[in-house]
């Protein structure tokens, strides 16, 4: 909840970094932040979760405004489903 899109991006990539513990739903919320790089961030975490990943949140933010969010979405999706 800082005001400050840099500390919310470090909360969130430390986060992703707790593994099994990771409070998924806190990374979800994250994804409607109103910043691009907080959003990017989360998709980062996210993606590194092993058997909690929320797809659909994912598939969600192939449509955010910003071209960085939505590549990164692109990219976690296709990691995490084994594409190439």
């Known amino acids: 909840n800082n005001e400050d899109p840099d500390v919310r991006v470090t909360a969130v990539r430390a986060l992703g970094e707790m593994g099994e513990r ?36 994912l598939e969600n933010m192939l449509d955010d405004e910003s071209e960085f969010v939505r590549m990164a979405a692109t990219e976690t999706l296709k990691m995490i489903r084994g594409e190439k």
């Open 22 to 57: 990771t409070p998924v739903h806190i990374l979800v919320a994250a994804l409607q932040d109103s910043d691009w790089q907080v959003r990017e961030m989360a998709i980062f975490a996210l993606g590194k979760l092993e058997d909690s990943i929320p797809e659909g949140a």
